[in-house]
DNA sequence: ACCGCTCGCGGTGCGGGCTTTTGAGCCCG
């Protein structure tokens, strides 16, 4: 028995007792057991005693015993047997928690969403106590959109549609400031909906502009301090707005950012010492209420640095605020060493490119178009390279303040050969090598091909390690392990493509990364000058791996990064 | 159901807002 299956069972069991409407805080012990087993990292045959976590105690410790015993839960067989399997999606509806679904299958009998639904339809439900006519109307509308109902959406698809809003904010002069908040500001790789926070005195107007500029699908609530919609898109997208008085800025967006955790962590610091923390201030033990200019200003009433939002997890933030200081910042980054022109199958010329890296104040960058093995990429042959080197010393003696260096995004083909010859590298400041192709090797396979990337002295860099697309594939695999031992023993940089299609080292493999000292590069792989702009995600990301500045190879100076490619030469 | 303060019992990491049932349940971070 795998501790995983006992976790998920007795998340299964507080499940079950929700939808028979247990006592919430019975329910809620048997999710704090899980999650206790979850925490702590030993294997259950090291720990002697079960109960002694804190979480822990006599009835579930008598599951988990039950299931190292007989493999199965005596408690999850009996409520299996009383509660209906088609409950369960229910507790999915909005409107819906443990206790009303409990009571629709007591009075009425209800066991599935069909039953459900053929209640609504002839009038039962609205005469349950606790229910009425708009109740039932609701459901059935939930309902039918239950089907189609989407789960979180990625990253690289809200973050167009928060540029866009952005935009509109920016644009709308009764709008004093503005922030997107939730989990996108904290850089999560998926998102229920987006989240935003607009100062403004003019309600009414922000209200009535929101509604008719925006491609609604429906409007979910209008009032005067909460709009939320669904946009129509090409899957609907949820999009709340909250609309503050300039004081309650700070902690609006504190509050909204969240996570739950992290909120839950600051009330309670806020509590041990007499206040109280909403979302419209922080209230005095007299009764007054404190506001703030910033979220800096607001950690510092509590004797706390400004915690970035992706650190925001409950957790770590509260112990190691004194390392929050070293962590990169948008501001620290001196280049990009990753991007793609016409050349190969980028939109803007080499010139074009600089010109948009020198605008974002960037010291230095590196041109890394594809190489000619990509021919859906217009990928470069040797001579084309050598063609391409005139037009990059050209923008460079016209820039004297700022360097463009000379690289390739090389692929390392399927049959495990590079794609340049080495004396072809030899002339290149930088050289990247990546994985395009033949994604289905075994791991073995594709290890071998890392490998040789990884002990050709030319070789600085490996491009987005894992090839995976978030919540669309998984990548080649490779045993990042092994890779990240490699790229410290051949003193290689791995990189954070800051792309939000890939986020790729992830946020654990970037902990591996930082554990075994190894550099990295966080790289927007632009194919757009538009693109530079996911160099800010690619930070945000890094912070939630606690990341120092000082591993981030484009934190570094020209003078350092030269030092640092030079070596092998 | 678990924990902690003390051996049975009260509180359960927070606080606000919305719905519509004008309480209690549900939802948000």
């Known amino acids: 028995m795998n501790k995983k299956t006992i976790i998920r069972t007795l998340e299964k069991i507080a499940l079950y007792m929700e939808l028979q409407g247990e006592n919430p805080f019975k329910v809620s012990a048997f999710r704090k057991a899980a999650a206790a087993l979850e925490g702590d990292e030993r294997s259950l045959s090291e720990m002697d005693d079960v109960t002694k976590l804190k979480g822990i105690g006599k009835g579930t410790a008598a599951v988990i015993e039950d299931l190292m015993l007989t493999g199965e839960s005596s408690l999850l067989k009996e409520l299996e047997e009383v509660v209906p399997k088609g409950l369960l999606p229910l507790l999915k509806l909005p409107g819906l928690g443990g206790k009303k679904i409990a009571k629709l299958h007591q009075e009425l009998g ?3 969403a069909e039953s459900l639904k053929a209640a609504c339809e002839a009038g039962k439900v609205r005469e349950l106590a606790g229910f ?10 939930e309902l039918a959109n239950l089907a189609n109902r989407s789960e979180r959406l990625p990253i690289w698809q809200l973050e167009p549609v928060v540029l866009q809003i ?37 309600v009414e107007e922000v209200r009535e502009n929101l509604l008719n500029s925006l491609a609604i699908q429906e409007v979910v609530a209008a009032g ?40 839950v962590r600051m009330r309670q610091i806020a509590k041990a010492r007499g206040e109280k923390i909403s979302e419209y201030g922080v209230e005095q033990e007299d009764g007054t209420v404190l506001t703030f200019q910033d979220e800096a200003a607001f950690f510092a009433h509590f004797d706390l640095p400004w915690i970035p939002p992706s650190l ?56 890394t178009d594809h190489s000619q093995f990509l021919k ?27 360097h463009l260096f000379k690289g390739t995004e090389m692929d390392i083909l399927p049959d495990g050969s590079l794609d340049f010859e080495d004396q072809v590298l030899k002339e290149l400041d930088f050289v990247i090598a990546s994985i395009h192709s033949s994604f289905t090797q075994s791991q073995d396979k594709i290890m071998a091909r ?25 990548g080649y695999n490779p045993d990042m392990k092994q890779l990240i031992a490699w790229a410290k023993e051949y003193g290689k940089i791995l990189e954070l493509n800051a792309n939000p299609y890939r986020l790729d080292l992830c946020v654990e493999h970037l902990e591996m990364a930082c554990a075994a000292g190894v550099p990295v590069a966080i790289n927007t792989d632009a194919h757009d000058i538009a693109h530079l702009r996911f160099m800010d995600i690619g930070v945000r990301y890094a912070n939630r791996a606690w990341l120092p500045k000082d591993m981030i190879v484009n934190t570094w100076t020209r003078e350092q990064f030269e030092a640092f490619i030079q070596r092998n030469k």
């Open 450 to 474: 890392l490998l040789t990337a990884m002990q050709n002295p030319y070789v600085h860099m490996i491009a987005h390690p894992t090839g995976r697309i978030i919540e669309d594939r998984d």
């Open 312 to 367: 925001r997890t409950g957790t770590a933030e509260f112990d190691k605020t004194n390392i929050i200081q070293n962590l990169v910042r948008l501001e620290d980054i001196k280049a990009d060493l990753h991007m793609h022109t016409t050349w190969s199958d980028g939109a803007y010329s080499v010139a074009e490119m600089g010109e948009a890296l020198l605008a974002r104040g960037y010291q230095y960058s590196v041109i």
């Open 224 to 263: 005067d301090t909460k709009i939320s919609v669904i946009l129509d898109l090409d899957e609907p997208v949820s999009v709340d707005f909250r609309l503050v008085k300039d004081n309650e800025y700070a902690t609006a967006l504190h509050h909204f950012t969240g996570s739950k955790d992290h909120n």
């Open 376 to 402: 859906v990429a217009n990928g470069l042959t040797p001579e084309r390279l050598e063609k391409q080197r005139g037009e990059i010393e050209a923008f460079n003696a016209a820039h004297p303040d700022f």
């Open 132 to 141: 009425a006519v708009k109740t039932e109307e609701k459901i059935l509308k």
């Open 166 to 202: 952005e935009a509109l904010l920016g644009s709308m002069k009764e709008v004093d400031r503005f922030s997107v908040a939730g989990s996108f500001r904290r850089a999560l790789e998926t998102s229920k909906d987006i989240d935003f926070i607009v100062v403004t005195e003019a």
């Open 110 to 112: 209800i066991d599935s």
